[in-house]
């Protein structure tokens, strides 16, 4: 492998890469995909002629909801295990009850040249399954902290048959190759998938999908709380985008430092085709502003990914390679 992430003081901010899978149910879209803007988060192109930059024949020989990490010299993409399109077709039941219990992990020092995936197990068997996995790279720790949505059965029900529901799951982990004492983050008594977090001015902000259809749910939600471990998040805004799609999950939070504007991309599957719809901020505390439609260009389908600022040597990178 070749280059770092270390960034030269030279070299310019110039866009931003997209890490994502691709809804085709027709086809083989759950690989890992890489888009590009040109410095305007509203406008995307897919790399690689639109084709996969990834596969994983491990596991299902699927991947969902990857996710682009960067550490001090290294990059981590991780990515649920899971086929729903020409997989074992079981269904959503079956796979929140018996499901992959691993991430699939790569490694790359350049963006560009990616190791060999390997899986990585982050919750026991009294899990349903482990999905769309995310993490936060503490500098002072050298550590990631990933974390993730996981159902959780007792000791006394080893067939996992009986209700339950997805609690968010985290641990700490310096290399993606084992973790360390996963503990439940989030545990509202109903189901919360998707949750992403941003650290901005000593607060942790999280992003996450209560994945009911109740009246009072909260949908998709957004809280703020003094630490990625924290037990005092508050509410800041419930139901996001409500009023734009009905089925809408998988939050992606990211800052426009340039321009200090934040993102929140969600992710509609209420009809085909499917994909990002896009809200925007100034401040962090006063709630999203939903994107006009003709404001955001991004081909369909793009789906529950993660964003990373990249410089312009590392974008030129990007599109010599794919």
């Known amino acids: ?24 149910h027709r086809g083989h879209g759950e690989r890992v995909y890489f888009s590009l803007s040109d410095g305007d988060p509203t406008r995307w192109a897919r790399l690689n002629d639109g084709d996969p930059v990834l596969e994983s024949l491990l596991g299902t020989t699927g991947v969902r909801d990857p996710f682009l990490v960067e550490g001090d010299d290294e990059y981590f993409i991780i990515a649920t295990d899971l086929r729903v399109y020409g997989g074992d077709g079981q269904g959503w039941d079956v796979w929140k009850r018996h499901g992959s219990r691993s991430l699939i992990v790569w490694r790359s020092t350049d963006l560009t040249q990616w190791s060999e995936p390997w899986m990585l197990e982050v919750v026991g068997p009294e899990a349903g399954m482990a999905w769309a ?3 936060v790279y503490d500098a002072q ?20 048959a009986g209700d339950t529901y997805s609690r968010i799951l985290g641990a700490w982990t310096p290399d ?39 009246a009072d749910s909260r949908r998709v939600f957004h809280e703020v709380g003094s630490a990625l471990e924290a037990d005092d998040f508050t509410l800041v805004e419930a139901r996001i985008a409500d009023e734009a799609h009905s089925q809408i999950e998988g939050p992606l939070l990211f800052l426009d430092q340039g321009h200090g504007t934040w993102y929140l991309f969600v992710d509609q599957f209420a009809h085909r ?10 401040d962090l505390h006063d709630g999203w502003t939903l ?20 410089t312009r040597s590392q974008a030129d990178r ?5």
Not at 141 to 160: C, M, Y
Not at 273 to 278: D, E, F, N, R, V
Not at 294 to 306: A, E, I, L, R
């Open 1 to 24: 492998m070749t280059g770092g992430a270390a960034h030269s003081e030279n070299d310019e901010a110039s866009g931003f890469l997209l890490v994502h899978f691709v809804e085709d």
């Open 291 to 310: 994107l006009p439609a003709d404001q955001f260009h991004m081909p369909p389908n793009t789906k529950h990914g993660s964003v990373l600022a990249v």
């Open 133 to 135: 996995p995310e993490a």
């Open 141 to 160: 720790r050298r550590e990631f902290f990933v974390f993730w949505a996981s159902t959780l059965f007792g000791e006394d029900d080893p067939d996992h």
């Open 176 to 214: 993606f190759r084992s973790i360390r004492d996963p503990r439940v983050l989030i545990d509202y008594g109903r189901d919360v998938i998707d949750t992403t977090m941003q650290i901005h001015d000593g607060q942790v902000h999280r992003i996450s999908k209560e994945d009911s259809g109740l």
């Open 273 to 282: 085709p499917q994909g990002y719809i896009a809200l925007t901020t100034r």
């Open 318 to 322: 990007l599109r010599a390679a794919f």
